[in-house]
């Protein structure tokens, strides 16, 4: 069972320590998006690595479009992991909708995990006025979702540069670019359907472990608005604010974001 889940998810351990960190990439990305920050946790913590169905080099013949029509999938998916591996006292590392798969797996694992670090994550992208601001409206939802039919080189060219800004770096916008441009475009279209129009504010409630929400000082995809509401709903949370602008901080400023983490870890 371990060997075929390391192959179908490509699993990855490093480190040397008995604590372990469970790192969760976001849409359109893969565990090799962690390669910037990893080092400054590998001597205290078992870090473990892995892509979720549809992504990276997971075994993309594995995808089922009904199991993965909600978020639901992916954390069934990593609830067979930790308990295949017996991996307990988990900390997990999301970031985007990974963050949001860390929380939702944190409900189900039966205490297994004890603590989600939601990285530019949001429970709710789409607009609902006057109670909630996710940041788009569902025209603009649809529209990215179009573009991305019609021309996906294009849609990724375009997003990538929305995702992270060339000011923070153009290196690191063409690696976004690269890795969005690499993904499978009809799992990352279905991946990014499900994303946008997800809505687990619900969720929110009656989370069983510590949450620290890690924003960006201005992130295109998730607002500071989405920030604050997650720090409100979420009982004991911690919002912390990187000075990162963008929406991959452990790429553009790896050392501000482990050094974020490790304060809280």
């Known amino acids: 069972m371990r060997e075929e ?32 920050i990893k080092d400054s946790f590998k001597k205290d913590y078992k870090l473990v690595f892995l892509d979720l169905a549809g992504c990276g080099d997971s075994d993309y013949t594995g995808y089922d479009v009904k199991k993965y029509a909600t978020l639901h999938g992916y954390v069934e998916d990593l609830l067979g992991i930790l308990k295949a591996f017996d991996y307990k006292n ?5 970031h985007s ?6 929380l939702l797996l944190s409900k189900a694992a039966e205490g297994r995990v004890k603590k989600v670090f939601m990285i530019g994550a949001s429970p709710r992208y789409k607009n609902d006025i006057p109670d909630y601001f996710g940041g788009f ?50 799992y990352t279209y279905h991946f990014l359907k499900v994303t946008l129009l997800l809505d687990h504010r619900e969720e929110l409630l009656d989370v069983p472990c510590e949450i620290i929400i890690l924003q960006c000082a201005k992130d295109s995809f998730v607002p500071m608005e989405v920030a604050e509401y997650m720090h409100r709903q979420i009982a004991g949370s911690t919002l912390h604010l990187l000075s990162a602008r963008g929406h991959y901080p452990h790429i553009s400023h790896p050392e501000e974001t482990a050094e974020a983490i490790l304060k809280y870890l």
């Open 137 to 186: 409206t569902e025209e603009e939802i649809y529209q990215v979702l179009d573009l991305m039919e019609e021309n996906f080189l294009g849609w990724a060219s375009y997003i990538s540069r929305a995702a992270l800004p060339e000011s923070e770096g153009p290196e690191h916008t063409a690696y976004v670019e690269e890795n969005f441009k690499a993904s499978h475009p009809k």
């Open 97 to 102: 909708v990974g963050g949001l798969i860390g």
């Open 5 to 36: 889940l390391k192959n179908r998810f490509a699993i990855q351990e490093e480190g040397e320590g008995e604590d372990i960190l469970l790192f969760l990439h976001g849409f359109a990305s893969n565990q090799k998006t962690w390669q910037w």
């Open 90 to 94: 988990v900390t997990i590392v999301g």
